[in-house]
């Protein structure tokens, strides 16, 4: 019996939903193979989120609760992912790919000369590592990768497995940890923008995306109008977080978010193949474009040929009344 | 200041390309500069520009990767290293990470910067990896850089806003495209590229064991990605257009 | 040594510029190929069959390269009558065409030039310039620097960079031409057609067997008639290694007339019924559209040369249209060589006036090129004529279709047929024109 270990991120004292889906797909795995899948939640209070790690079948929780993981920095996370990686000896490893994995997720695999695979979208065990499919080419294509080893690292896109609830009863194991300024090797000085109690756009379940068609203030207006009446979050393609006209936060594509809600409605957005990396796992896509040659109309599931200047203030004003 | 930009060709994956007999096939041979390190160069070049020094960049591929390092050259690093493997290896991030960490042991350095992902197979890796060897401070996904003192000013976008982080010199730092707009090179650029000083050394010159160089992780196939179904295009009166999807959402979807 | 002056600099690598820069590299000239396109190819939508053998002057043996730039040699050629409903076609094919120099390849021109440009490269690291000749891609020539009405240089941006000699290949959008002079500023819109096309993918072998295909051998198909609907032009399909080239070619005078767009008009041909058959089952990959020139004379600039200056290939409007093929890169690459042929000549005497230069015009007047546009020009003109891509079709396809139907009626004799249809499509009078002009053009 070997250990499938999953990294629960968490972020403002909550639990990415992205990590969860990865437990429910390890308890799976572990389940299916006779493995144990068990947990680990790196946070400056852990042990508040035991509750919910349990939901979805770890048999063990490892928590390394410190002040200094308050905010993400790459040296401590390290240092206690190591130690978690010493303790419980995972066969694999697995992480939701958050803008956190990925910044120690390299670091982490050469620390302890281990096999890695990084945003993966489908992953299962084999004999002596794991397989896993991943999307390449902008996601246009889609690999077959193989990884073997003692020890391997994957991390997984948000929105690949569904979270699959099997509570049990978990050992839930403090480890000692201490870390000391001191070993800090960088300094983090401010963070700037937090998104607070913004919706997250790798969770959210509606997302209303702004192109360039919609850079100027009307067109803004008229997008967050549209948001606010589903109670979306809002999205952007690079055209306007480049722009600085939306936050980068925001930036959905190959270089921004994957995101995969169930409505996505993209708003003056092309659908460059670099955006479409990122949506186009959502499960409804409307697309408002005013040009009917527009790319993103090719994967549209409600294409709206049309100016959003005079689209969007009636759609707007019907879906009020749906709500209403 | 010193700093090395890695710089790796990838495939432009603007370029159609199919899959044959599980491989991957490109209609044209088309390589290109990574658009993260195209980025990372910039970057490079606007803070040699800015408080003096060199930049160096440095590339692991086979001999046709020479008209990347051009590219690079041509938008105004000063001098090249091109370790040279075979046409057709199949390394992962983790081998091209030994192979830059090994180039980088004796060398002295303010900066090494690399991008954030290499485009075709967003694997987002190799950055971390070569920091580790190298135990140097690092930050990944950086949206913007300054220089104050010695130290290198990330700014890095991470889950929940921009984290500035300061980092000691020499460090480590991956660059995403939304730092900048890389330029494009000038004629005269691409005139001098051929000038400018490019060491070149073959891979197997330089001594690493057989492990450093086998790969952990391997490509066993490549598949089409299941396409959308086409959905319903719309075009006419506003109005009438809003309604009808506004309850195709509701009643059909039921997503609304 | 950077300032020093080019002996030539090239402005756009397509079809006509890449054999100038051949043909100077092989000839140890200092030169500078600059293209406004990412890479040689990447602005080059056309695609279609590079005629005659002048590749192999360029790439000698190009053919027993396994991966070269090119998709499949022509053996089979196919020319088709078409109505609403129906095709008529001459079908001819020949083991004769396996022979190298192959006659005509087929070709997707971002591979192709590509290609090429790379075959260039070697040629210039061969020669005596190879670190100061070059290819330089992603740059747009903005003017071409004259002094006294002679070409020196060019600028591109804030940069000048000086040469004894300039060779515009810039293709048909020649703005440079106009700029130093050598053509009107204005060319009337019934002297260009649009070209537009899709690349549409299959499985090689549905492909190969779908057209007959063995080995790289490929096969190409003009199409006139209802392929535009009633616009003047013709459509093409060729075959390359596993996709077909699909399109046409339209006046765009004429199409404006009649309210139809290029994409309308792709549309409709796809969608006849025989076209269906053909292409079914593949995927498109590929859509492009880019003006030709129509191959009329009158819009060929006032002169090909001036003083430190030359015109090669469609930017001088080089390019033949006379119902059977369309010429314009064999012709670009005829152009090329001898373009860049007249250059070497001018480097040895150091001259690099009208007075050499004006050796570029006689060499092509000598050669196929313009012997081929000054003496189809009927041809050419003829197919302005609606008698041409309309009567002419319809009164073929309806003739077929009586002549292949069985029905259980006494037969007609195929000449009564014959009047017949003629009776319905066309005046004895109009057809009689077309015969006794065609028989003359072609
Ligand atoms: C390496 C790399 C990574 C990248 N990563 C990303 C990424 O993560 N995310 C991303 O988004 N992009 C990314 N890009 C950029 C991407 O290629 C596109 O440039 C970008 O997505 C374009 O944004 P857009 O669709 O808003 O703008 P455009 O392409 O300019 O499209 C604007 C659209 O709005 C329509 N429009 C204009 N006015 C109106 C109107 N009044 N009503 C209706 N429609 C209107 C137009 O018809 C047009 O289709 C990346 C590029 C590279 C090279
Ligand atoms: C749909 C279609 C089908 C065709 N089919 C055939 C066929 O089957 N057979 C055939 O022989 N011909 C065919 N042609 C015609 C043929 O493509 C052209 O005649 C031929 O490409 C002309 O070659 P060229 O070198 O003169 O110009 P081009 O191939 O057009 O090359 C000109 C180059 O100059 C560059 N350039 C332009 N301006 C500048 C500048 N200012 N600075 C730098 N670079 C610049 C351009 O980017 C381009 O790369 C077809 C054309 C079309 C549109
Ligand atoms: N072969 C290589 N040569 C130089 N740099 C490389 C190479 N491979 C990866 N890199 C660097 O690592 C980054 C991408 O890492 P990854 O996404 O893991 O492939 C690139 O943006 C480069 O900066």
């Not at chain 2, 991030?93 to 197979?121: H, M, P, R, W």
């Amino acid at each position: 019996m070997s250990t499938l270990l999953t990294h629960i991120a968490v972020s403002d004292g909550k639990i990415k939903r992205s990590s969860l889906e990865v437990l429910s797909r390890m308890t799976e795995l572990a389940e299916a193979n006779g493995h144990s899948s068990e947990a680990v939640i790196i946070d400056a209070n852990a042990s508040d989120l035991v509750e919910e790690v349990q939901k979805y079948g770890a048999s063990k929780v490892y928590t390394i609760s410190d002040p200094i993981f308050e905010n993400h920095q790459n040296t401590p996370l390290l240092k206690a992912l190591s130690k978690v990686m010493d303790e419980a000896d995972p066969f694999v490893f697995g992480f939701g790919s958050t803008e956190g994995t990925k910044d120690i997720l390299g670091a982490l695999a050469a620390n302890i000369d281990a096999a890695v695979l990084s945003d993966v979208s489908e992953f299962e065990l084999t004999d002596d590592g794991i397989k896993a499919t991943r999307p390449v080419m902008a996601a246009k294509i889609l690999s077959d990768n193989k990884a073997h080893g003692d020890n391997i690292l994957v991390s997984v896109r948000s929105g690949s497995y569904d979270l699959n609830e099997s509570p049990t009863e978990a050992e839930v194991v403090d480890l000692d940890f201490s870390f000391d300024e001191s070993e800090l090797k960088t300094t983090l000085r401010e963070i700037i923008g937090a998104s607070g109690d913004k919706i997250d756009l790798s969770e959210a379940e509606t997302i209303v995306a702004a192109g360039r068609g919609a850079k100027d203030d009307e067109g803004q207006e008229l997008v967050n109008e549209l948001a606010s009446v589903l109670n979306a979050a809002l999205g952007a393609s690079r055209a306007l977080t480049e722009a600085g006209i939306m936050d980068p936060s925001l930036q959905i594509g190959q270089t921004g978010k994957v995101v995969s809600p169930q409505l996505y409605i993209a708003v003056g957005i092309s659908g460059a193949i670099q955006h479409v990396a990122g949506m186009a796992n959502s499960k409804v896509i409307v697309a408002v474009n005013k040009d009917p040659d527009a790319p993103i109309f090719d994967i549209a599931d409600y294409g709206i040929v049309g100016d959003l200047y005079k689209v969007l203030p009636p759609f707007i004003e019907e879906l009020k009344k749906i709500k209403g | 200041m010193k700093f090395y930009v890695c710089i790796k060709q990838v495939p432009d994956v603007d370029a159609p390309i199919q899959i044959k007999n599980g491989d991957l096939m490109q209609d044209t041979d088309r390589m290109v500069l990574n658009a993260y390190d195209a980025s990372a160069v910039e970057e490079a070049l606007v803070l040699t520009e800015e408080h003096g020094g060199e930049v160096e960049v440095v590339l692991v591929g086979p001999d046709k990767a020479k008209e990347t390092i051009r590219k690079a050259l041509a938008m105004g690093a000063d001098k090249a290293t091109h370790i040279t493997t075979e046409d057709d290896v199949d390394y992962d991030s983790a081998v091209y990470a030994n192979i830059l960490a090994t180039f980088f042991k004796d060398k002295e350095y303010d900066v090494i910067s690399c991008g954030k992902q290499s485009q075709d197979t967003d694997a987002g890796l190799a950055g971390g990896m070569i920091a580790q060897h190298l135990d140097l401070p690092y930050a990944t996904n950086a949206v913007g850089l300054s220089i104050e003192d010695d130290n290198l000013i990330a700014k890095r976008q991470g889950d929940s806003g921009q984290e500035i982080i300061e980092l000691p010199q020499p460090c480590l730092v991956t660059c995403s495209n939304d730092m900048n707009e890389p330029r494009i090179p000038s004629l005269k650029g691409i005139m001098q590229s051929k000038r400018k000083p490019m060491e070149t050394t073959a891979l197997s010159d330089m001594n690493l064991d057989e492990s450093a160089l086998s790969a952990k992780t391997k490509v066993t196939g490549y598949m089409e990605k299941p396409e959308r179904e086409p959905g319903q295009k719309f075009e006419g009166e506003p109005d009438e257009l809003a309604q009808k999807v506004a309850n195709l959402l509701d009643e059909e979807e039921n997503v609304i | 040594m950077m300032d020093e002056k080019f002996d030539c600099i090239i402005v756009g690598a397509g079809i006509a510029g890449l054999a100038a820069a051949m043909i100077l590299a092989r000839n140890n000239m200092k030169f500078l190929l600059i293209e406004k396109g990412e890479f040689a190819g990447s602005k080059n939508v056309s695609g279609g069959v590079l005629w005659g053998s002048d590749l192999a002057k360029l790439v000698p043996n190009y053919w027993e390269e396994e991966d070269g730039g090119w998709e499949r040699f022509i053996n089979h050629r196919r020319l088709t009558f078409m109505d609403d409903q129906s095709t008529f076609s001459i079908d001819f094919k020949s083991s004769h065409f396996n022979e190298t120099p192959y006659s005509g390849v087929v070709v997707l021109r971002s591979k192709f030039d590509r290609w090429l440009a790379g075959k260039v490269q070697e040629e210039i690291d061969n020669s005596d310039y190879a670190m100061e000749s070059f290819i330089a891609t992603n740059i747009k020539v903005d003017e071409i620097l004259m002094e006294d009405d002679k070409a020196v240089g060019i600028r591109t941006g804030e940069e000048e960079f000086h040469a004894d000699s300039v060779i515009i290949s810039e293709g048909v959008n020649n703005l440079l031409t106009r700029q130093v002079g050598l053509q009107d500023d204005y060319v009337p819109a019934d002297h260009m057609l649009t070209g537009i096309k899709e690349v549409i993918r299959y499985d090689q072998k549905v492909l190969e067997d779908r057209f007959q295909l063995n080995g790289l051998s490929g096969m190409s198909n003009e199409f006139v008639g209802f392929a535009t609907d009633g616009v003047e032009g013709g459509g093409f399909l060729y075959t390359n290694r596993d996709t077909i080239s699909l399109g046409l070619v339209a006046g765009i005078k004429d199409m404006r007339e009649k309210e139809k767009s290029p994409h309308d008009l792709l549309n409709t041909f796809k969608g006849h019924p025989v076209i269906q058959d053909t292409i079914k089952g593949g995927e498109v990959v590929e859509y492009s559209a880019h003006v030709v020139s129509s191959g009329d004379k009158r819009a060929m600039p006032k002169e090909l040369y001036k003083d430190g200056v030359l015109l090669c290939g469609e930017s001088a409007n080089l390019l033949m249209n006379a119902g059977k093929a369309i010429q314009g890169m064999d012709y670009a690459m005829r152009s090329g060589i001898l373009g860049a042929e007249t250059i070497v000549k001018a480097r040895e005497r150091d001259d690099f006036t009208s007075n050499t230069l004006k050796e570029y015009k006689q060499a092509l007047k000598e050669s196929y090129v313009m012997k081929d546009i000054n003496s189809f020009q009927d041809a050419v003109h003829m197919l302005h004529n609606p008698t041409m891509y309309q009567d002419v079709p319809n009164l073929i396809c309806d003739f077929g279709r009586k002549f292949f139907t069985i029905d259980n009626e006494p037969t007609k004799k195929s000449r009564e047929l014959m009047s017949e249809s003629i009776k319905e499509h066309s005046s004895y009078w109009d057809l009689i024109k077309i015969g006794f002009k065609g028989a003359k053009s072609l």
